[in-house]
């Protein structure tokens, strides 16, 4: 897939209509109820709402891993919705990113070796030394995953996202399972990326003070969008506190 | 009430969620059970029938042929202690003609009692009428050659008889215990379709053959715990002046001789290969359930943190595998009980039974369950040590990556020669070694299996090839009524068409070696003989020496008997000398146990020079026809044996026998090989399924991720290749030697065909397992990656 020609000009995403359903029938259940939203490109934006929401199913559809059971979706120009597995298996391999809540790292990897499991297959990746070093873990490129704390593995799968030089950057419950001072050096790295390389941040979250940092909140309630808040002011993540 | 606890309710689920897995190992089990039953079913079936079927027919004991005994001997023979039945019989050989045929026919004429039904040696009439007694020319024919030559009753035939020819009207076909399986004299190898069998009335006999008011062969019967050997001693003693050739016991008698080394065969292999294939899953179960419980650490952790007890927990994991165990155990036996009814069914047609006794082994059904059972409880153990060892916090913890530290960093050559998932692949089998070697282990004990199977095809073959190219280069064997002067050996040499001609002389003779005994003959024949030859294990013809005798391998098991051993010879035939030889070398034949020595030092024991009892032909195929009609006019020719239909009768003896169990055993090696590399496969799937899901995630493709799967199976796969071929030359030597009986032995064949045929069978398996794996791969729900273990 070519690269956006002009991805300044157009949202990094746009959806019409966006709906999922699970099952059929009485027991189907609508995880997406016709979800209408637009990311600007180079936004973090931060995606809150209860358990259900529907949050997550829009992040995986963006994220070109779930289908949508009607409605469109585009990331700039291309459709998502119109793309087949193929293409999709592109599309997150050159376009996007993903930190999981649980670092997803490859065991049996080093945290440099993790990092070029990507950059061995990405178009145009940055140095995988220079990615663990934006993350803060230069020093401990060597270590198994094993070797290293909740916090710095996640900071690896990070700085696994971003070697790509990601589009899009995903992070679905990326601070759900550390402490809150780890957990903040974690939203740190993620901002600075977005402010370094300008990677457009979609972030699932139940932690709502997160929120703070974002340019746009999207509330999520039974499938559908509540409302879409753009904070005048931005909190920079060292001073989160949830 | 609640029928299922919820903990059972869980079992049932994750049966169902593992059900490709857990049907897998339940049909190796099931495999392995199946074979055992259907082994020790199908051999008590054979044996029970058979005495049965002697029974209700009340075949003899003892068979007494002498060569001219006055009807009154009969009473002194009854009056000797432990005989409880008598019986009088006159027989004699014949040459069958029929219609289209260029070769004669050699049979066997029997006579019928001349009152009522035979006291001894019964028959059973399958088709037809009993021939009437007043009537010469009517006769009863064994229906196994009838069968085989398209003969039905109402047939006309005509038989030569003491030198003369006359007709006969077959009314009946009929079967016997006696001629379960029928040999040609001088042939190893029966054959239905040249051999005959006739009954005929006494009186009609008698005549033919000048036995009037006298008989040739007295059956006799035993009473319950007489000594057979006393038996013997005293019918012989009283047969002796009258030309007595020799009492000897239904061990000796040839047909009984046959199905019973079948039988015999048929145990041995029920009692080696089954083991086999129940321990290889045994081995599987036990390495399957000790990493199913491994995947499911956090579970344990969480019903712990419930409050459920170590053992609530450990009985729950141990009833997963009893079920899959035990449920494999009652598949297994099912099948074991149609395909051995079955099989039965098909050996009773082989073996012309008339009716079946078909009788289940007991003790098998116990074997395989217990087996099964004992194998799920040793992968119990594990599961135990680990339910123990678990803290309920567990549960509680997301996941922690497993510690690759060990496995060290890569350096120089691994550095630049591999990529990340090479690494992947390669860090893995570093980790866990012993994991992987067990997984090796596992598929290399199935190429074992398969092996040992292909072996033993190739065996059969190789018997068949080495018996009949290597050993035996004639193209026809001419067997004489009785021992001839060697002139007609420069005859034969005159025919047009006859190439080369080479003497035989058999004699039938009893061979003691300290204990051990066997009735056979010994073939006397030239110093370097080169159409019949004797050859060591490595294919040298072996000379035969003025002095000494050469045994088979089969023989010399037999007699115990190694080269240098002197071993007593007692010959039934001419003078009856009583011979010492010394074992001069044994030779590797593969068919029946044949004794060799040299034909001029034996007619000089016998004081007979010059003698021949038949001879060996090579001839030119063009001429092949004039050769055999001219043959058959020559006086004194008993039969003509052509080398392929002997090759014939013995592969369809190979092929239908109880050595057609090895396509089986073949078959079951197979799947059981599959099941074993599928396992593998869905094991490493399973514990891999969350990397790969996010390996899919970060924009690996398909082919990506699965190289990372595949690339493990292959390794394991390569790793089990030499450790298969190794343990499968165990396996091909107890193989081999559980199908080998007194008729045929199998070689151990381990070659490069058979390693390379089962290896391609492994990789093909890998191949296929590896297909099925990967399906699922491509399935996978990328979500999944997201979310925690489940």
């Known amino acids: 897939m070519p690269k956006p020609s002009d991805t300044k000009a157009l949202p990094a995403f746009r959806t019409a209509g966006l709906t999922k359903t699970y099952g059929e029938g009485k027991a189907a259940v609508h995880a997406l109820r016709g979800v209408d939203l637009e990311v600007p490109t180079g936004e973090v934006v931060v995606l809150l709402g209860p358990s259900g929401s529907g949050k997550s199913t829009l992040l995986n559809i963006l994220g070109g891993l779930d289908r949508a059971t009607s409605g469109d979706a585009y990331f700039t120009d291309h459709e998502l919705t119109a793309m087949a597995d193929r293409e999709l298996t592109l ?46 873990l230069g020093e401990r490129r060597h270590h198994f995953p094993a070797q290293l704390s909740g916090g710095e593995q996640q900071r690896v799968a990070i700085a696994r996202a971003i ?68 904070n005048a002011e931005r909190l920079p993540p060292e001073e989160i506190v949830w | 009430m609640r029928l299922l606890s919820p903990l059972d309710r869980k079992l049932l689920r994750d049966l169902w969620r593992i059900k490709g897995q857990a049907g897998a190992i339940a049909v190796v089990i099931a495999l392995g059970v199946m074979t055992l039953v259907m082994m020790s079913g199908i051999v008590n079936t054979l044996e029970e029938t058979r005495d049965a079927y002697y029974d209700r027919y009340r075949l003899a004991e003892v068979f007494a042929p002498v060569e001219r005994a006055p009807e009154r001997t009969l009473k002194r023979l009854a009056e000797i202690p432990g005989i409880s039945a008598v019986e009088s019989r006159v027989t004699g050989m014949a040459l069958v003609e029929i219609p289209g045929e260029l070769i004669p026919i050699r049979a066997r004429a029997v006579s019928l009692p001349e009152h009522g039904p035979a006291r001894l040696n019964d028959i059973f009439l ?4 009993m021939p009437n007694p007043d009537r010469a020319e009517e006769v009863l024919l064994l229906k ?34 006696e001629f379960l399986y029928t040999t040609a004299p001088g042939e190893l190898i029966p054959d239905d379709a040249r051999f005959a069998v006739l009954w005929m009335s006494r009186a009609s006999l008698a005549a033919a053959y000048d036995m009037e008011g006298a008989f040739n062969e007295a059956l006799i019967g035993l009473e319950r715990g007489a000594s057979e050997a006393a038996v013997l001693d005293a019918v012989d003693r ?52 000790n990493r199913i419980v491994q995947a499911e650490r956090e579970e344990i952790g969480l019903l712990k943190a419930f409050g459920y007890t170590d053992w609530e927990v450990s009985a729950h994991y141990l009833k997963l595998m009893l079920v899959i165990a035990i449920g494999g155990a009652i598949l297994g036996s099912g099948l074991g009980i149609v395909s051995g009814r079955a099989m039965a069914g098909v050996y009773q047609e082989y073996y012309k039974f008339p009716f079946l006794v078909f009788e289940l082994e007991p003790r098998s059904f116990v074997t395989g369950l217990a087996i099964s059972v004992i194998s799920a409880c040793a992968g119990g153990f594990g599961v135990l040590r680990g339910v123990f060892r678990l803290a309920p916090a567990v549960a509680m913890r997301p996941p922690a990556p497993a510690d ?39 598929i290399a004990t199935g190429m074992a299996l398969s092996v040992g199977m292909i072996g033993v095809q190739v065996g059969f073959n190789q018997t068949i090839d080495l018996s009949f190219s290597v050993l035996d280069r004639s193209d026809a064997q001419i067997t004489f009524t009785h021992a001839m002067s060697d002139k007609v050996i420069y005859e034969l040499a005159r025919l047009p068409g006859v190439e080369e001609v080479e003497p035989i002389r058999y004699v039938s003779v009893l061979l003691r070696h300290d204990f051990h005994d066997h009735r056979g003959a010994i073939n006397g024949q030239l110093s370097e003989p080169r159409l019949a030859r004797a050859m060591d294990a490595k294919q040298r013809p072996l000379p035969l020496p003025k002095e000494g005798i050469v045994l088979s391998t089969t023989l010399a098991r037999v007699l115990d008997a190694s080269p240098g051993d002197t071993i007593t010879a007692e010959i039934r035939e001419g003078r009856r000398p009583v011979l010492y030889l010394p074992v001069v070398a044994v030779a590797d034949s593969l068919l029946g146990s044949p004794a060799y020595m040299n034909i001029d030092a034996l007619n000089g024991a016998l004081n007979e020079p010059g003698r021949v009892s038949g001879a060996y032909l090579r001839i030119d195929e063009e001429a092949a026809e004039s050769v055999f009609r001219a043959v058959r006019d020559m006086p004194g020719v008993a039969g003509i044996g052509l080398k392929e239909d002997m090759r014939d009768a013995i592969q369809s003896i190979m092929d239908s026998g109880m050595g057609a169990m090895r396509f089986i055993m073949l078959a079951v090696a197979g799947i059981v090989t599959f099941g074993i590399v599928y396992n593998a496969a869905r094991i490493a ?57 007194e008729v045929y032995s199998i070689p151990l064949m381990f070659d490069a065909h058979t390693v390379g045929t089962a290896a391609l069978a492994v990789l093909v398996s890998a191949a296929l397992s590896g297909w099925l794996v990967k399906r699922d791969l491509d399935r996978i729900e990328l979500v999944s990656a997201l979310k925690t273990r489940e």
């Open chain 1, 91 to 136: 599309y997150r391999r050159d376009h996007v990113g993903f930190v999981f809540q649980f670092y997803n790292l490859m065991p049996s990897l080093t945290a440099e070796e993790n990092v070029e499991l990507v950059t061995e297959i990405a178009h145009n990746p940055m140095d995988p030394g220079k990615a663990l070093d934006l993350v803060g």
């Open chain 1, 163 to 230: 070697a790509k030089q990601p589009d899009v950057l995903f992070c679905d419950e990326p601070t759900g399972a550390l402490d809150s001072t780890t957990g903040r050096a974690v939203l740190k790295v993620l901002a600075d990326v977005n402010e370094a390389l300008g990677t457009t941040v979609l972030m699932v979250t139940h932690a709502a003070a997160t929120a703070a940092m974002a340019h746009r909140v999207i509330h999520f309630a039974d499938g559908a969008i509540r409302d879409v808040v753009r």
């Open chain 2, 126 to 129: 399958a088709e037809g009428r």
């Open chain 2, 144 to 177: 196994g050659f009838a069968d085989a030559r398209g003969l039905k009753p109402g047939a006309r035939l005509s038989a030569t008889m003491n030198g003369a020819r006359r007709g006969f009207h077959v009314t009946g076909l009929a079967q016997s215990p």
């Open chain 2, 238 to 289: 009283v047969l002796d002046p009258l030309g007595g050739l020799g009492a000897y016991g239904l061990a000796d008698q040839q047909s009984n001789f046959f199905i019973s080394e079948e039988i015999r065969g048929a145990r041995s292999t029920s009692v080696s290969v089954p083991p086999i294939f129940l321990g290889v899953s045994a081995f599987l179960l036990y390495i399957v359930i």
């Open chain 2, 404 to 442: 690759y530290s060990s496995t060290g960093q890569a350096a120089g050559l691994s550095r630049r020669l591999l990529d990340q998932p090479g690494r992947m692949v390669l860090r893995r089998v570093q980790r866990q070694p012993g994991r992987m070697f067990g997984a090796a282990i596992g």
């Open chain 2, 685 to 741: 799937y399973a514990e891999r399924a969350r990397d790969l899901a996010s390996l899919r995630v970060i924009g690996f493709s398909r082919a990506e991720a699965a190289f990372v799967l595949l690339g493990e199976l292959g390794l394991i796969t390569l790793i089990a290749l030499p450790i298969g071929a190794l343990m499968g030359y165990a396996m091909a030597a107890l193989v081999s030697a559980a199908f080998s009986t």
